[in-house]
């Protein structure tokens, strides 16, 4: 099974909802990662979970909260974002990076278009 | 900056065209990574190269390391090769998972 999952597909929230963005894989993967992507751009990173732990968050407002509850799932949880926040947020997961070690392929999942109002 | 270009940013080719797609990349990487992504989907990894050549039907990708540099090429494109190609790489200095994206090239194949 080579597969990340994302749900939902799709989400429109006012920007006073509190809303979570779910992704989840079973390939034994112990780095998972949060991208945003607006139109026609290239995916940005947020942030980076390695062995349930956060390592890498790119200055990402506080309104986006990120979590890792066991190995196979990664949550997003979002809070009185802003129109400009609407963009395909993406998932992916990998083997996790250690110095001087190989490195190993990102397996994404379909996204989950956000539409804020 | 390290930085990573693609050319060109937009293609358009007739179907049974040979297509190549350029990535260059500012200093030394530990690995690179070509990827797809259809329009309004997720994103595909196609190849994940650190040296040499690598084949998977239609599509090569090629990497020299000495001239920082790497080409996608499809053979015979189809229509549904329309997408958008992504080149990505991992500094060798970068400690963790970081890539680095390009801008994307996006290719059109016309039946």
């Known amino acids: 099974d080579t597969e990340v999952t994302q749900t939902p597909k799709h989400l429109v929230m006012g920007m006073t909802n509190k809303k979570s963005l779910k992704c989840e894989q079973h390939?034994?993967?112990?780095?998972m990662y949060w991208y945003k992507q607006k139109a026609k751009k290239p995916p940005e990173l947020m942030f980076v979970?390695?062995?349930?732990?956060?390592?890498i968050n790119e200055s990402v407002p506080s309104r986006f909260s990120p979590e890792c509850p066991n190995s196979s799932l990664l949550n997003l949880h979002l809070h009185a974002l802003q129109p400009e926040d609407s963009a395909l947020y993406l998932c992916a997961s990998s083997h996790p990076h250690l110095p001087g070690q190989s490195s190993y392929e990102q397996y994404f999942g379909p996204g989950t278009r956000l539409t804020v109002t | 900056k390290n930085e990573v270009e693609q050319s060109p940013q937009n293609l358009t080719a007739q179907e049974g065209e040979f297509i190549t797609i350029n990535c260059s990349y500012s200093v030394g990487i530990s690995a690179l990574h070509w990827l797809q992504q259809h329009p309004g989907g997720g994103i595909v990894s196609l190849f994940m190269?650190?040296?040499g050549k690598k084949k998977h039907g239609r599509l090569i990708a090629t990497i020299n390391i000495q001239e920082k540099h790497s080409s996608l090429h499809i053979t015979a494109s189809h229509p549904r090769d329309s997408a958008v190609y992504i080149c990505a790489v991992r500094w060798r200095e970068t400690s963790g998972s970081r890539l680095t994206f390009g801008e994307g090239t996006q290719l059109t194949v016309n039946p």
């Open positions: 979970y390695s062995y349930e732990k956060l390592s």
């Open positions: 390939m034994g993967h112990r780095a």
């Open positions: 190269l650190s040296s």
